[in-house]
């Protein structure tokens, strides 16, 4: 009896299962389901969402330490990096987001009271990673883990600051500013986690939008026709038909093909000397 049961209830699982993916098949596949930022998501996929994500975030920062985050120092040059970084997005107390931020769905949530709903780790790891499908951009090759635990130094003062409060914070700090590094010198670093180096190059790849135009074999992006694709690489004679293919001169065209090929359509990217090196020793084992 016990035994015929369960066959019964698997069949009922394997049932709704099946059915299940063909009504996600039909819908993915009829285009039925809006994908415009202009229509919002239902309750129950928002919910889904906002669910994954916070459990997700919670797992992965468990382990983080926490620096000393009270010193002014570290407050204020938060400041000027939220300034430049995130109210574009997310706004400040009586400071509306911008634009871009206010047309995006999911919309981007002001961070008036982020320090009430989240840690410090969570927010750490938020700002370096980024939350995919959100528009929440990833900062960890772009600021330093300095800069990045300022941000966070900041969003734990934020919620005890009134409009004039925070205006007052932002004119302290007009003169400074939070520029993203162009070097190694200057703050730019690879991920803080010990990933293998085939990894480290597929996130520098990716945080370079360099799969926006280019197929690269191990990263994934549209099916794009915009640049060449770069499987193969490591046969080539030439890069942009100039420079011989050395990891040296690839790392050049990398950093600057605009000023080893002037007028091209590869556009200079910001790579720092580290960052490229590592790209290029991923592409050039491209057989």
Same mark, same amino acid.
């Given at each position: ?23 996600g098949a039909v819908i993915v596949g009829a285009g039925l389901y809006d994908v415009g930022a202009t229509t919002q998501h239902t309750r129950p996929v928002y919910a889904l969402l906002e669910t994954t994500m916070h ?96 941000? $966070?130094?900041?969003? !734990? /003062?934020? @919620?005890? +600051?009134?409009?004039? *409060?925070?205006?007052? %914070?932002?004119? &302290? ?33 990716r945080q370079y939008a360099c799969v926006a135009c280019h197929r690269i074999p191990g990263v994934t992006g549209s099916a794009t026709h915009v640049g060449p694709p770069l499987h193969g690489l490591a046969r080539r ?22 000023? $080893?090929?002037?007028? !091209? /359509?590869? @556009?200079? +990217?910001?790579?720092? *000397?580290?960052?490229? %090196?590592?790209? &290029? ?7």
């Amino acid at each position: 009896m016990r035994q015929r049961t369960l066959l019964t209830v698997m069949a009922t699982l394997a049932a709704a299962l099946t059915l299940a993916v063909a009504v996600g098949a039909v819908i993915v596949g009829a285009g039925l389901y809006d994908v415009g930022a202009t229509t919002q998501h239902t309750r129950p996929v928002y919910a889904l969402l906002e669910t994954t994500m916070h459990r997700a975030v919670r797992l992965r920062a468990a382990d983080i330490k926490v620096p000393p985050l009270s010193a002014p120092g570290r407050v204020d040059r938060g400041a000027a990096c939220y300034r430049d970084h995130c109210v574009q997005c997310h706004g400040g107390p009586g400071v509306a987001p911008g634009p871009v931020g206010m047309s995006m769905q999911p919309l981007p949530g002001p961070l008036v009271d982020a320090a009430r709903r989240w840690r410090e780790r969570e927010l750490y790891w938020i700002t370096r990673h980024g939350i995919r499908m959100s528009g929440m951009p990833a900062w960890g090759m772009r600021l330093s883990d300095e800069d990045i635990w300022s941000v $966070v130094a900041f969003l !734990s /003062a934020l @919620p005890r +600051l009134s409009p004039a *409060e925070y205006t007052g %914070r932002m004119d &302290a700090v007009r003169e400074a500013q939070c520029l993203l590094p162009s070097s190694v010198s200057e703050g730019a670093t690879l991920p803080a986690e010990r990933l293998p180096p085939d990894e480290q190059a597929r996130v520098a790849l990716r945080q370079y939008a360099c799969v926006a135009c280019h197929r690269i074999p191990g990263v994934t992006g549209s099916a794009t026709h915009v640049g060449p694709p770069l499987h193969g690489l490591a046969r080539r004679e030439l890069i942009a038909g100039r420079l011989p293919n050395t990891r040296d001169n690839l790392v050049r065209w990398i950093r600057a093909p605009q000023a $080893v090929k002037p007028g !091209s /359509a590869m @556009p200079d +990217l910001g790579v720092t *000397e580290e960052h490229a %090196r590592v790209m &290029a020793a991923y592409l050039a084992g491209l057989h």
